[in-house]
């Protein structure tokens, strides 16, 4: 293990310096040698076991998106007998060192990457993604980020020496001499407080960095997709053994329905690290009373796009259809409010007005998403009925540019497919505000007329410094309006993309280069990943001693 392992975690160290393109996870669905499918079908309808400590019942309830019930159920914890035992695992592993450990989660991410298929059906199933994007997310470029967390852990941890030997001249006297040792020391049980949209690509790198630096790691799974981290717990948890380690350092914790686990062990002493990705109302509430433990969310916020000018007018409005529509808006990183000047903008194609504008970019949606069979692998299905009844109640908030559409999924028919769906806005109308400054997540988005670009990029500044926000895209031809762009951008801390027309899109980030987030507005208070995710899940205990 420690050869092969080795190589791919120096390579991963390096490209964090560099920010270049590197994966070792293929993302293309031929390099596995199957879809997964009966691997997933064998899950159904039975226990899954972990043989875990404090087990006092059964829990689950998980229902697919296309229309189906999993019939899984896992095994439901009490914190009492099981956080004592992960606990009691923390000692060795602590004392095993930041290479081992870090060769030991190489070693479940390539046993993780052994099952993607099986790992890509489980994202399907209970989130709603379409195959493809299950696969690729949820699996390869999942493993990325856990990568990624592993390979910041490593070098965070071993910034500082082992050992170092200290000597101070005394001049005639004899130097003062002492040996020095440094350990990095976890600060306790980490809980992975897991999404229902992307369990394992914004669950890998909390889980990873807390595992590297230390940590034992109790993951609590959204109650609508536990499949997808439970089967990472199950490979954790033999990898460890195999290892030599207890296996309790990575457990599960599934819930009963309305048992809210969640906030019970958020508060509980033992929990000193706390990651969570999910609505902004519960992580203020873990961030405001989760005070012993640190605390890293990823919330809601409102992304927006500053139409001002292009020179791809085709390309501009094929590269937000499809950001638009991928997984049916239902990505934290999806754009929803398009802000276009109330004149119109310029563009290689001649002046087209706000009106032309918007029926432009419904027409580009309707032409992407026309053939039934490549809209549901664009789209994937609703995750819950909460989605579809937000889209039905949006449709009141304005003027329907662009309704959306039931499509019948070939494969599934109990699947909740809809076509996004653009409402214009007008900024200058008080009644509007209160809709384009609060997220609407789904298949949603807001054409807002605005009184020029300089009023675009205020409105962007306010609603980034309110509501926060994950991503900001801007389309422009002019150098000055790309500078103020960026300026709001830094001043309010928002990840800023400019001029995208081809096959990079605002809502995808890519693992080892691009950061997810910034830490420094409402919508998350980390980026994944930065060396400001890793640190404070250790800290550095100096022992020394005269040589």
């Known amino acids: 293990m420690a050869s092969s392992h080795r190589a791919t975690l120096d390579t991963a160290v390096e490209t964090l310096r560099s920010r270049a393109h590197w994966s070792p996870h293929p993302e293309h669905p031929r390099a596995y040698a199957d879809d997964g499918e009966a691997a997933f079908r064998a899950l159904c309808d039975r226990r899954f076991d972990l043989g875990q400590p404090g087990t006092d019942g059964w829990a689950g309830g998980e229902v697919s998106p296309y229309g189906f019930p999993l019939g899984i159920t896992y095994p439901h914890a009490d914190p009492d007998v099981l956080l004592p035992a992960m606990r009691a695992a923390l000692p060795a592993w602590r004392a095993a060192g930041a290479e081992r450990r870090a060769l030991v989660c190489l070693d479940v991410l390539a046993r993780i990457n052994a099952r993607t298929p099986e790992f890509a059906q489980a994202v399907m199933h209970t989130t709603g993604q379409a195959y493809v994007m299950a696969l690729q997310a949820g699996g390869p470029h999942a493993q990325d980020r856990g990568l990624e967390a592993v390979a910041y852990a490593y070098a965070e941890q071993t910034r500082t020496p082992e050992r170092a030997e200290w000597t101070k001249p005394q001049g005639k006297r004899d130097p003062l001499v002492l040996d020095k040792e440094f350990v990095p020391v976890p600060r306790g049980i980490a809980l992975l407080i897991g999404c229902n949209t992307f369990p394992t690509w914004n669950g890998f790198p909390g889980l990873f ?4 630096t230390g940590n034992p790691v109790l993951v609590k ?4 997709a536990v499949l997808p ?3 990472a717990v199950r490979v954790a948890r033999e990898t460890l053994a195999d290892a030599g380690f207890d296996p309790n350092l ?3 914790a599934a819930e009963r329905d309305g048992e809210g686990t969640a906030r019970t062990l958020a508060l509980r002493e033992e929990i000193r690290i706390i990651d969570y990705t999910g609505s902004t109302e519960f992580g203020d509430w873990l961030e405001a009373n989760a005070r012993q433990a640190q605390v890293f969310t990823e919330k809601a916020g409102v992304n927006t796009v500053v139409l001002d000018s292009t020179d791809d007018y085709r390309g501009m409005l094929g590269n937000l259809a499809f950001s638009l529509s991928l997984y049916s808006g239902q990505m934290c990183t999806a754009p929803q409010n398009v802000l276009i000047p109330r004149t119109g903008i310029a563009t290689d194609a001649g002046h087209r ?4 504008v918007v029926a432009d970019l419904a027409g580009a949606v309707t032409r992407l998403l026309a053939d039934d069979a490549r809209a549901v692998g664009l789209l994937g299905a609703l995750v819950s009925p909460a989605v579809r009844e937000r889209l039905e109640a949006a449709e009141r908030t304005g003027r329907v540019a662009l309704a959306p559409r039931a499509v019948t999924h070939p494969d599934f028919p109990g699947a909740t497919v809809r076509t996004p769906l ?5 900024a200058a109308e008080p ?3 209160k809709t384009y400054l609060t997220e609407c997540f789904g298949p949603v988005s807001f054409a807002v007329a605005v009184d020029s670009t300089e009023a675009a990029i205020a409105l962007l500044r306010r609603t980034v410094t309110e509501r926060g926000a994950l991503t900001v895209l801007g389309h422009t031809t002019s150098e000055a309006v790309a500078g103020a762009l960026t300026e709001a951008c830094l001043d309010t801390c928002a990840q800023l993309s ?3 027309t081809g096959g990079v899109h605002v809502n995808q980030t890519a693992a080892f280069s691009d950061f997810h987030g910034s830490g420094g507005n409402p919508a998350a208070n980390a980026a994944l990943v930065d060396g400001a995710y890793i640190t404070p899940r250790f800290r550095t205990v100096e022992i020394r001693r005269p040589a």
């Open 229 to 231: 981290l439970a089967l």
């Open 221 to 224: 799974p959204h109650p609508r």
């Open 353 to 356: 007005t706000y009106e032309e």
């Open 431 to 433: 009644a509007a505000e």
């Open 209 to 212: 960095a807390s595992l590297a």
């Open 498 to 500: 400019l001029n995208l």
């Open 250 to 252: 990575v457990a599960l």
């Open 422 to 426: 653009i409402v214009a806005l007008d």
